[in-house]
């Protein structure tokens, strides 16, 4: 969560020339409410399953840049379907680095709320495990999103010529 998905993902795009799709971004112009509008109202059970459905349907497209939301990668379902379609990059931050970045998430992320240090350190922790099932994994670190965009694009290039 918060590690820059969308906004490295849509600079990837923009440089490759591909589509670009925020699946946040499609879920909330489906309902036409923010993400934090969607969990007050539907809970966080419905939105997994939309989630899951969005992911689907553009997964199955080719030639897009897609960022996913950052817990969709703990559902199986999700993973099953973005490693079987999709060439799959995990950003990587550490807790150290990351933690520094919460200011910027708090409001916007439903998922922090009513949580403390100790426990939001705890889901970072426990997502890890998923994050790890993936097809290239670049540490952001103190990278600006440029920097990050354009590694992500040598390592595709990489992947491709070593097909
Ligand atoms: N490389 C970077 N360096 C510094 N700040 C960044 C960087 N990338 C993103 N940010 C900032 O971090 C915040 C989160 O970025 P972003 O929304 O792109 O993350 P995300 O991974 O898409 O989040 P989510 O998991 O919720 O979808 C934003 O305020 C963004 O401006
Ligand atoms: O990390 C998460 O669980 C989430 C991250 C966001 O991208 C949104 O998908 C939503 O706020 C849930
Ligand atoms: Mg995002």
Request: net charge negative; no cysteine; hydrophobic share 45%.
């Given at each position: 969560?918060?590690?820059?998905k969308t906004t490295i993902g849509s600079l990837v795009a923009q440089k490759l020339d591909r589509a670009f799709i925020d699946i946040d971004e499609e879920i909330e112009k489906q309902y036409n409410m923010s993400i934090n509008e969607i969990f007050?109202?539907?809970?966080?059970?419905a939105f997994r399953e939309i989630e899951k459905q969005t992911i689907r349907s553009f997964c199955e497209q080719p030639l897009k840049v897609i960022?996913?939301?950052g817990g969709a990668f703990m559902q199986p379902e999700v993973r099953e379907i973005c490693l079987a379609n999709c060439f799959v990059i995990y950003l990587e931050m550490s807790w150290e680095e990351w933690k520094e970045r919460l200011d910027l998430l708090i409001d916007t992320r439903p998922v922090l709320r009513g949580k403390d240090l100790k426990e939001i350190e705890e889901l970072f922790y426990k997502r890890q495990e998923a994050y790890a099932i993936n097809h290239s994994t670049l540490t952001v670190g103190s990278k600006s999103a440029e920097e990050a965009a354009d590694?992500?694009?040598?390592?595709?290039?990489?992947s491709e010529d070593l097909r």
């Open positions: 969560m918060g590690v820059g007050a109202a539907h809970g966080e059970k960022s996913l939301g590694d992500i694009i040598e390592s595709v290039k990489l």
